[in-house]
Nanobody, 119 residues
Framework: QVQLVESGGGLMQAGGSLRLSCVAS????????MGWYRQPPGKQRELVAI???????KYVDSVKGRFTISRDNAKNTVYLQMNSLRPEDTGLYYC?????????????WGQGTQVTVSS
């Protein structure tokens, strides 16, 4: 079973940047699509971005042009570069294996990493 450990979150002013990392251990990492998700305060967890096994990417409209998802299969790591941060980007960020077509996650969740953006 894959264990996921997210890191890189923090407190940032609007307009700033953060780079999140998600390290996977315990199983083969090369194949599945991986997604980044976030849970804003008081809301449900939502999909942010997906990267396929070959590197193709998809984003939700609210982060297009600001966030970039990438992966390093040799390091079993998925990244989320977040630029031009906005207060509405605040939330607990998670990564997980997911379906490429729908973004539906199907692995176990890690502890997440908190991102807080002040105005």
């Amino acid at each position: 079973q894959v264990q996921l450990v997210e890191s890189g979150g923090g407190l940032m002013q609007a307009g700033g940047s953060l780079r999140l990392s998600c390290v996977a251990s315990g199983s083969t990492f090369n194949g599945p699509a991986m997604g980044w998700y976030r849970q804003p305060p008081g809301k449900q967890r939502e999909l942010v971005a997906i990267i396929g096994g070959g590197g193709t990417t998809k984003y939700v409209d609210s982060v297009k042009g600001r966030f970039t998802i990438s992966r390093d299969n040799a390091k079993n790591t998925v990244y989320l570069q977040m630029n031009s941060l906005r207060p509405e980007d605040t939330g607990l960020y998670y990564c997980n294996k997911c379906m490429w077509t729908t973004g539906t996650p199907f692995g176990s969740w890690g502890q997440g990493t908190q991102v807080t953006v002040s105005s």
